[in-house]
């Protein structure tokens, strides 16, 4: 089974800071792989999607990720955070026949002044 | 146009009660999810409907039952809720022909008592 593992439960950046979320997949074929962003008391959103095109992905609201398969990483970037980042981010592989997404226990970033 | 709607949005209720949550995408999607996202935020996939066909039943108490009456609905009903039970429960919907994204709703907000 395909899946994937995020480091570190809680990250906390002052605004302006690069935001660093990592994600790291474990996958026998060339995985899709996804990050979602989750506001308080919201559904996910769609940040950004690699498959198996670009290897640096570019996303929505400032946000990008380089697949890199020699060290199985998927991870988030932002150059400069801003207070309104602050929010869950889950990274999630897609797998199976039926195309689920397997999330990872997720990343709560939290953005200070 | 809310592209995945789910009602209700907050349901309160007491142990050993029957509920439904009902889901409706207006997407023309193929494929629908059901995810239980718990208290520490894990996402996990209960249950896929491809075009009315159950195509992912993870493991899951047989107390929840989904239900597609068309490929734009899909319900879920549970019988003798738990206090386990507990948790948000998101619906999603995919176009077909590969592991696109998911399309999430807002969620509902499950509270046994």
């Given at each position: 089974a395909q899946s994937v593992t995020q480091l570190g439960s809680h990250v906390s950046v002052s605004e302006?800071?690069?935001?660093l979320?990592?994600?790291?997949?474990?996958?026998?074929?060339?995985?899709y792989l996804f990050w979602?962003?989750?506001?308080?008391n919201q559904g996910l959103q769609l940040l950004l999607k690699y498959t198996s095109a670009a290897?640096?992905?570019?996303?929505?609201?400032?946000?990008?990720?380089?697949f890199k398969k020699s060290e199985t990483s998927f991870h988030l970037t932002k150059p400069s955070a801003h207070m309104s980042d602050a929010a869950e981010y889950f990274c999630a592989v897609s797998e199976g026949s039926?195309?689920?997404?397997?999330?990872?226990?997720?990343?709560?970033?939290?953005?200070?002044? | 146009d809310?592209?995945?709607?789910?009602?209700?949005k907050y349901l309160v209720t007491q142990m050993g009660n029957d509920k439904s949550i009902k889901c409706e995408q207006n997407l023309?999607?193929?494929?629908m999810y059901w995810y239980k996202q718990d208290s520490k935020k894990f996402l996990k996939i209960m249950f896929s409907y491809n075009n009315k066909e159950l195509i992912i039943n993870e493991t899951v108490p047989n107390r929840f039952s989904p239900k597609s009456p068309d490929k734009a609905h899909l319900n879920l009903h549970i019988n003798s809720l738990e206090l386990g039970d507990s948790a948000v429960y998101f619906c999603a919907s995919r176009p077909g022909g590969g592991r696109e994204k998911l399309f999430?709703?807002?969620?509902?907000?499950?509270?046994v008592l």
């Amino acid at each position: 089974a395909q899946s994937v593992t995020q480091l570190g439960s809680h990250v906390s950046v002052s605004e302006g800071a690069l935001v660093l979320l990592r994600c790291n997949y474990s996958s026998s074929v060339p995985p899709y792989l996804f990050w979602y962003v989750q506001y308080p008391n919201q559904g996910l959103q769609l940040l950004l999607k690699y498959t198996s095109a670009a290897t640096l992905v570019k996303g929505i609201n400032g946000f990008e990720a380089e697949f890199k398969k020699s060290e199985t990483s998927f991870h988030l970037t932002k150059p400069s955070a801003h207070m309104s980042d602050a929010a869950e981010y889950f990274c999630a592989v897609s797998e199976g026949s039926g195309y689920a997404l397997n999330f990872g226990k997720g990343t709560s970033l939290l953005v200070t002044p | 146009d809310t592209a995945v709607s789910q009602t209700p949005k907050y349901l309160v209720t007491q142990m050993g009660n029957d509920k439904s949550i009902k889901c409706e995408q207006n997407l023309g999607h193929d494929t629908m999810y059901w995810y239980k996202q718990d208290s520490k935020k894990f996402l996990k996939i209960m249950f896929s409907y491809n075009n009315k066909e159950l195509i992912i039943n993870e493991t899951v108490p047989n107390r929840f039952s989904p239900k597609s009456p068309d490929k734009a609905h899909l319900n879920l009903h549970i019988n003798s809720l738990e206090l386990g039970d507990s948790a948000v429960y998101f619906c999603a919907s995919r176009p077909g022909g590969g592991r696109e994204k998911l399309f999430f709703g807002s969620g509902t907000q499950l509270s046994v008592l």
